[in-house]
């Protein structure tokens, strides 16, 4: 079962990491060499990230797994 929550808050705090940084999607994309879609869905809870998606765009925002994982999550 997945933590709906969980996907949802993800989502919303890689786009504000994405829009502190001034990037587009499509630049985060490039950089983390995923779909522009794929951020997209990612961004609106319609995907969770695979493992390799998620340290791909670790790896482009140029922060470790676990800052990427540093969100609020009410389900907690």
């Known amino acids: 079962m997945k933590n709906e929550a969980g996907i949802q808050a993800f ?3 890689l786009q504000r990491l994405r ?7 499509e630049v985060l994309a490039q950089s983390a060499d995923v779909s522009r879609m794929t951020v997209y869905r990612i ?8 493992l390799d998606v998620f ?7 140029e922060i ?3 800052e990427l994982m540093d ?4 389900n907690k």
């Open 11 to 13: 989502g919303a705090h």
């Open 71 to 74: 969100f609020p999550n009410s």
């Open 55 to 61: 340290l791909s765009l670790a790896h482009a925002l």
């Open 43 to 50: 961004e609106k809870a319609q995907l969770a990230a695979s």
């Open 19 to 25: 829009e502190a940084r001034g990037w587009s999607r």
């Open 64 to 66: 470790s797994p676990r």
